[in-house]
C-alpha cells in the first residue's frame, strides 16, 4: 500500500549545483538538505519545504523536462509569483485546473514546476 510521495529526483547537468542552490534555496526558499555521503559523490543537491523534498540529480546527457514536472502546493500564490518574478524567474498562469490558481515556471536549467493553490 503506498503512502505518500517521498521525494520527486529532476535530472540537471553537471556543475550545475551552484545555480541550482541559488534557485531552490534562495529564489523558492527551500532548504538544502545533506545527501548521504554515499550518495554525494555524485554530485547534485536535495532540498525540502515542509513535507516536500527535491533531489536533483547529475545527468551527463541533461535536457530538461519540458513536459513532466512536479506540482508543488503554495500558500499565497500571488505573493509567491510575485518573488519568481523579482528573482527573474518566468511565471506563466494558467487557468485549465478548475478550482485552482495555477503557474508554471522553469528552474535555473530548464526543468518545469508548476506551482498551485487551491481556490
Not at 1 to 23: I, K, T
Not at 58 to 77: D, Y
Not at 95 to 110: C, I
Request: proline share 9%; net charge neutral; with cysteine.
Amino acid at each position: 500500500m503506498l503512502v505518500a510521495v517521498d521525494h520527486v529526483q529532476l535530472a540537471a547537468p553537471p556543475g550545475s549545483e551552484d545555480a541550482l542552490r541559488a534557485y531552490y534555496g534562495g529564489v523558492l526558499g527551500m532548504t538544502e538538505i545533506p545527501k548521504p555521503p554515499a550518495l554525494a559523490a555524485r554530485g547534485g543537491c536535495w532540498f525540502e519545504a515542509g513535507f516536500v523534498q527535491l533531489h536533483l540529480g547529475v545527468e551527463t546527457c541533461f535536457r530538461p523536462a519540458k513536459k513532466a514536472h512536479p506540482g508543488l502546493r503554495v500558500a499565497g500564490i500571488e505573493a509567491y509569483a510575485a518573488r519568481l518574478t523579482a528573482h527573474g524567474a518566468p511565471v506563466t498562469w494558467d487557468d485549465g485546473l478548475p478550482g485552482h490558481r495555477r503557474f508554471y515556471s522553469e528552474d535555473p536549467v530548464g526543468n518545469r514546476l508548476e506551482f498551485l493553490q487551491p481556490r
